[in-house]
């Protein structure tokens, strides 16, 4: 059974940083794109940066020049470096990736984390 686990979320102060992992494990063939994203109380959960198998990133306005995503595929895993961090910046994260299970008749499935508590506080 396929799963993603995250790891790395915290209280820190503005201007601090954080850096989260996503290491996805069990049955895997192959891992597409992994993304990350953030959901606030009370609001939609919304994706904040992308990463292709070939280290193609994308992000969300929001977070350009402060947050950096990479991935080691080696180890199915996903990074996000935050840095420069602020209140508005306070979710949970989550991770997202598009798996292909083994087996001769499994297909690209999405998956999510359990997600992870940030909080950007002084």
């Known amino acids: 059974q396929v799963q993603l686990v995250e790891s790395g979320g915290g209280l820190v102060q503005p201007g601090g940083s954080l850096t989260l992992s996503c290491a996805a494990s069990?049955?895997?063939?192959?891992?597409?794109?992994m993304r990350w994203y953030r959901q606030a109380p009370g609001k939609e959960r919304l994706m904040v940066a992308a990463v292709s198998t070939g280290g193609n990133t994308y992000y969300v306005d929001s977070v350009k020049g402060r947050f950096m995503a990479s991935r080691d595929n080696a180890k199915n895993t996903v990074f996000l470096q935050m840095n420069s961090l602020k209140p508005e910046d306070t979710a949970v994260y989550y991770c997202?990736?598009?798996?292909?299970?083994?087996?001769?008749?499994?297909?690209?499935?999405?998956?999510w984390g359990q997600g992870t508590q940030v909080t950007v506080s002084a």
């Open positions: 069990g049955g895997i063939s192959s891992v597409n794109i």
């Open positions: 997202n990736a598009e798996v292909k299970p083994v087996g001769p008749q499994a297909r690209l499935t999405n998956y």
